[in-house]
């Protein structure tokens, strides 16, 4: 039984957000984070160092921190390593690094555009065609639906911080959007959506996601051959040669991985799902719910197998949030189908709250900054001398320039949304994005020198350093990998992991401890100090000398 669309649309609420308006919240989004920052702990200065060391003439097939080899698959490494070595003395390194990954994370947002606009032209996805004319236009509806998608996966919570590391996640990502704009733009492109799923798959083989690149392939396989298109079901072996390829590049570089790890339980899984993929699970949900009898369809059955891949992969990692980051931009797109749909009072609630919400938000970035400079209000200067013993805040006129314009701009913005455009179809997720980018922005630029402060290893490794001459070589036991990335990329000693160097050149050892109690040095060793992180109030790094 064919069941009417259940989307209602004229032609003016079709209208598109403005390219100009669009272009500046995305770089809004993308630029900060990816430049003027430390990597900071854990995932992304660990990939920074492999990066770095690959750089520095390690071994491109085995690279190691401090002897000890990469966990994931070796692309991520090697397109950091080479834009370190072709712009790092411009740039310097630890900039060089991160711009390729900042045009990854803007072809991620252009491939879901890309996606959205070429599933929203199906016939299955079109609005209802008026009796009397005046119905949108199909591809004008394509483009706003497609908006929409980019500005939910701009609001979508759990893209702002792992979407600005150099993580091999990020190159993965980019995978997923290829895959994902290829089957849906498999009916009306030739070459364009070829090309995509070739490297779709094998890139994200070689980023580490071997077993999700062949699920992927099997979702895509299904869906191209149910599909009324025969562009699309001619699309099939495309879609075996890429897998085929995938499989093979997996295999050339040891990223199969099929263990499944500790079962999470529903409570950690429910909540990481409801805050990092805010908003987009509501409107996704509300998709599902309006457009129930056309799951079958492309515009529908496609984002939503890749979500369900993304949300089965972070159940069997234990609720990993980086495999649930992959499920991103078909949750954008699943949201977007909502936007024809969604009713008034709901579009008018989603305003009212982020419009209340990152107003405060915004508000607290600007005491917190105005406390750090002026120790006014005292409160909460005192809350930042506790939490960041130590820190010395400085002043940039470029932060504040560019805090003061997010600022306005978000006035800005919320004058004209509620002043024009309460038809369009974007209309309730402009505000959304458009707060998430303000505090973001807030956030690494008034904030900056606190967040490195607080989440680098820098100062630790400057505070080593100290009592190290320059390019020592350094024992280490116990120290987590990030730490040695620091000690290596950042701090330029050679590291070695375990106690089995050489004697009379590595004269330095560091063991990492609880505060009062420093563990117990081999026979043979003094020690020399021990330091710790500003922020860390558990554990201390002691530096031990060899007699």
């Known amino acids: 039984m ?14 598109r957000l403005p390219r100009l308006a669009l272009l500046l919240l995305c770089a809004a989004y993308v630029l900060p984070g990816h430049f003027g920052r430390d990597p900071w702990r854990n995932a992304d200065v660990t990939a920074y160092g492999y990066m770095h060391a690959l750089a520095q003439g390690g071994d491109w097939w085995h690279p190691t921190i401090a002897g000890l080899p990469s966990d994931g698959g070796l692309l991520p490494y090697w397109l950091g390593a080479l834009f370190i070595q072709a712009l790092g003395g411009w740039l310097g390194p630890e900039l060089a690094a991160r711009v390729p990954f900042a045009l990854l994370l803007a072809a991620t947002l252009a491939l879901t555009w890309y996606s959205c606009y070429h599933l929203a032209r199906t016939e299955a996805a079109q609005p209802v065609a008026f009796a009397f004319g005046g119905e949108a236009h199909p591809v004008d509806y394509a483009r706003a639906v497609a908006d929409g998608a980019v500005l939910a996966l701009l609001a979508s919570l759990g893209l702002l911080q792992l979407g600005h590391e150099i993580t091999p996640e990020l190159v993965q990502l980019a995978g997923v959007s290829l895959c994902l704009y290829a089957v849906s733009a498999s009916t009306y ?4 959506p070829r090309l995509a799923m070739l490297a779709a798959l094998p890139l994200m083989a070689g980023s580490g996601a071997a077993s999700l690149a062949l699920a992927l392939a099997a979702a895509a396989g299904l869906v191209c051959q149910r599909s009324h298109y025969a562009a699309t079901q001619a699309f099939t072996p495309w879609v075996l040669v890429s897998a085929l390829l995938a499989g093979l590049l997996a295999t050339a570089f040891g990223t199969w991985s099929w263990r499944v790890q500790e079962w999470p339980s529903v409570t950690q899984v429910s909540r990481l799902l409801v805050w990092f993929t805010w908003p987009a699970w509501l409107l996704a949900g509300w998709t599902l719910w309006r ?24 159940v069997a990692m234990n609720g990993s ?3 649930l980051l992959l499920g991103l931009p078909a949750l954008a797109v699943l949201s977007a189908f909502a936007l024809p749909t969604l009713r008034r009072a709901m579009a008018s609630a989603i305003d009212w709250f982020s ?24 409160k909460p200067a005192a809350n930042i001398a506790k939490l960041a013993p130590g820190f010395e805040p400085s002043f940039s006129v470029a932060a504040l320039s560019l805090g003061i314009a997010a600022t306005l701009a978000w006035a800005w913005l919320v004058r004209w949304r509620t002043g024009r455009h309460r038809e369009a179809l974007w209309r309730s997720l402009v505000l959304p994005a458009g707060g998430v980018a303000l505090i973001w922005m807030l956030m690494l630029t008034l904030w900056l020198p606190l967040l490195n402060y607080a989440r680098s290893d820098r100062p630790l490794v400057e505070r080593l350093q100290r009592h190290l001459p320059a390019n020592a070589c350094v024992l280490t036991s116990g120290l987590p990998r990030h730490q040695l990335a620091a000690l290596q990329a950042l701090g330029g000693l050679r590291v070695q992991a375990g106690m089995d160097g050489d004697p009379q050149t590595c004269r330095h050892l560091l063991l990492i401890g609880p505060r009062r109690s420093a563990p117990a040095a081999p026979p043979g060793w003094t020690l020399v100090t021990a330091e710790r992180r500003p922020t860390d109030r558990n554990e201390q790094t002691y530096l031990y000398r060899r007699d």
């Open 189 to 192: 492109r030739g070459w364009q």
């Open 355 to 378: 419009v209340c919400f990152f107003t405060a938000g915004a508000l607290f970035v600007w005491v917190m900054y105005i406390a750090m400079h002026t120790g006014l209000p005292a």
């Open 291 to 314: 457009w129930r009898h056309h799951l079958r369809h492309r515009h529908i059955a496609w984002p939503l197998s890749m979500a369900a891949i993304a949300v089965t992969a972070c």
């Open 321 to 323: 949030d980086r495999a």
């Open 2 to 15: 064919n069941h009417p669309t259940p989307a209602i649309v004229t032609q003016r609420a079709a209208r």
